[in-house]
């Protein structure tokens, strides 16, 4: 470049010639630029509104008692037990509970004999 070109430059800032205005695609070039955050949203964290399962100390369970061991219990009686007792009992729906006897009846090494009474109530008992 000559002193004449320079000066011609000069010449044409002085004049009020606009200058380049720097694009979009300039900034995204340009190393070490911030690029716009999309959105005023604050940062969540990735398990936020999710419940935490709080774990019981061992100690604690010690006052707890068996389900499973209570309904084996219950059958044991010598009238047995109804199914209304046992969900009771257990809290437990009654699908529950008729899963639980057939597992004790085919797992559990216990003949459990099942009887139906006039009025529909389903008795277990353990058969001998």
Known sequence: ???AEISDKGAAAEQGAPEKVP???DAIK???APKAKKGAKAAKPKNAGKARRVRTPKHAMEGRSNKKAEVLAMIKRAK???LAEITEATGWQA???RGLVSILG?????KIDS???AASEHTYRIAK
């Open 95 to 97: 699908h529950t509970v």
């Open 80 to 82: 047995g037990t109804t």
């Open 30 to 32: 340009t190393k070490g």
């Open 1 to 3: 470049m000559t002193n």
């Open 115 to 117: 009887s139906k009474n």
């Open 106 to 110: 085919s797992k559990g090494g216990e």
């Open 23 to 25: 694009s979009k695609r």
